[in-house]
Antibody, heavy 120, light 113 residues
Framework: QVQLVQSGTEVKKPGASVKVSCKAS????????FNWVRQAPGQGLEWMGR????????NYAQKFQDRVTMTTDTSTSTAYMELRSLRSDDTAVYYC?????????????WGQGTLVTVSS | DIVMTQSPDSLAVSLGERATINCKSS????????????LAWYQQKPGQPPKLLIY???TRESGVPDRFSGSGSGTDFTLTITTLQAEDVAVYYC?????????FGQGTKLEIK
């Protein structure tokens, strides 16, 4: 079935980097965009950016422009999100979500989420 | 950036009654090329990722119960849940996918009265 499976919980110190993976299955990987959305504890949803699995083109939210890199590996149907210079307020659950490349840009499905805790 | 504002922030409704959640965008999300509104609704239960309920403002995702419906156009949208069930307790988010950065409303927490 169509699904996205993310990597496991991460604990990082301030200033470190984290790289979260999102493995896709059940559909043609290169047909879609992969978005990254984070949710701080008890808070709402925040879009970080997206990457085209077709050509690697990216759109990043301005807030993360200087600290985030999104990549894909078409050989393993996996999308990655790396966030650098971590701060305590980066503590959140990070989700990947698939969206289309035409008019169908809604997010479905979502990965199960990866908790990233930043603490000294 | 398009700002999405939901109302109310929280809502308590009796079982079997109707719940209505509103979402307003700071600019129109009606895409002229296909005459569709680039607006989605998601349901998030505790400890779970969001689940797509509605896209194009009013098209129900496959498998979503027909008690969920979406309406509206341009800048004003509504999610309606008729005949509220216990399993509908969740936080509901609207989202515009008209232009990047894609943005979400702040969420509406739905509880049972």
């Amino acid at each position: 079935q169509v699904q996205l499976v993310q990597s496991g919980t991460e604990v990082k110190k301030p200033g470190a980097s984290v790289k979260v993976s999102c493995k896709a299955s059940g559909f043609s990987f290169t047909t879609y965009y992969f978005n990254w959305v984070r949710q701080a504890p008890g808070q709402g949803l925040e879009w970080m950016g997206r990457i085209s699995a077709y050509n690697g083109n990216t759109n990043y939210a301005q807030k993360f422009q200087d600290r985030v890199t999104m990549t894909t590996d078409t050989s393993t149907s996996t999308a990655y999100m790396e966030l650098r210079s971590l701060r305590s307020d980066d503590t959140a659950v990070y989700y990947c979500a698939r969206s289309g490349s035409g008019y169908d840009n809604w997010f479905d499905p979502w990965g199960q989420g990866t908790l990233v805790t930043v603490s000294s | 950036d398009i700002v999405m504002t939901q109302s109310p922030d929280s809502l308590a409704v009796s079982l079997g009654e109707r719940a209505t959640i509103n979402c307003k965008s700071s600019q129109s999300v009606l895409y002229s090329s296909n005459n569709k509104n680039d607006l989605a609704w998601y349901q998030q239960k505790p400890g779970q990722p969001p689940k797509l309920l509605i896209y194009w403002a009013s098209t129900r995702e496959s498998g979503v119960p027909d008690r969920f419906s979406g309406s509206g156009s341009g800048t004003d949208f509504t999610l309606t849940i008729t005949t509220l069930q216990a399993e509908d307790v969740a936080v509901y988010y609207c989202q515009q996918y008209y232009s990047t950065p894609y943005t979400f409303g702040q969420g509406t927490k739905l509880e049972i009265k």
